[in-house]
């Protein structure tokens, strides 16, 4: 089977490469966080590294599609009654100049609340039907979703990570699934975050300690493994 040739170590670790152990995991592409008058831009990030990412991910989507693996899209965001917000997040989402945060409204609806503009997925990679959309309440995608059961019902073990933020969701997605046993991959070209020394700082720590939360390759590298896969290479 074939390896991404990844830092710090040939992905997966195991060689167990395929789709039926493999699963591509799309983080928050969401109007809010790659929209000019989204959530992202009233935190005071910024909207150019999440939108320069979405080629990269329509890429790595129409090869994972054609190959058929399993692909999986998250979404962050709350009950309109802000039922799933706590006091503190709620608070924290408006520790910013523009004094507006999480269930505020703004051009794109009611910011992070699902059923609005905002809290969609963009445009260009949209979900096709039978791609599971795990909505979510926090950064990790695994928190207080079927994610995991989802996962395991599969029998995927290995996750190609990529979307937004790298710091925020997309880590705390790899961290959590590294804790369950996940051999975890960031796709350092198609994930960004509000700034770009944020984006670098995350993609670093992920190959410490021999990859202590995984491994990191580019999109070009992981399209090749797929695609060799698909041929028996």
Partial sequence: MPTV?????LWPQDGSFSR?????????????????????????????????????????????RERQFPIYHTREGHRPDLSTLSSREHFRSR??????????????GRMLVRGEHGH????????????????????????HTDLDLLLRIRGVRNLVICGVTTDVCVHST????NDRGYDCLLVEDASGAGTDGLHRAAVEMVQHEGGIFGAVATTADIMKAVKDSANGG
């Fill in 120 to 143: 969609d997925i963009v445009d260009e990679l949209y979900p096709l039907e039978g791609e599971p959309v795990i909505d979510k309440p926090g950064r990790s995608a695994f928190a």
């Fill in 20 to 64: 039926s152990s493999t699963a591509l995991v799309i983080i928050d592409m969401q109007n809010d966080f790659c929209h000019e008058q989204g959530y992202l831009v009233y935190q005071g990030g910024s909207v150019q590294h999440t939108r320069t990412v979405i080629p990269k991910i329509a890429q790595l989507l129409e090869v994972f």
């Fill in 95 to 108: 520790n910013n100049s523009s004094g507006l945060g999480i269930g505020d409204q703004g051009p794109l």
């Fill in 5 to 9: 040739p990844a830092k710090p170590y």
């Fill in 174 to 177: 790899m961290r959590e699934a």
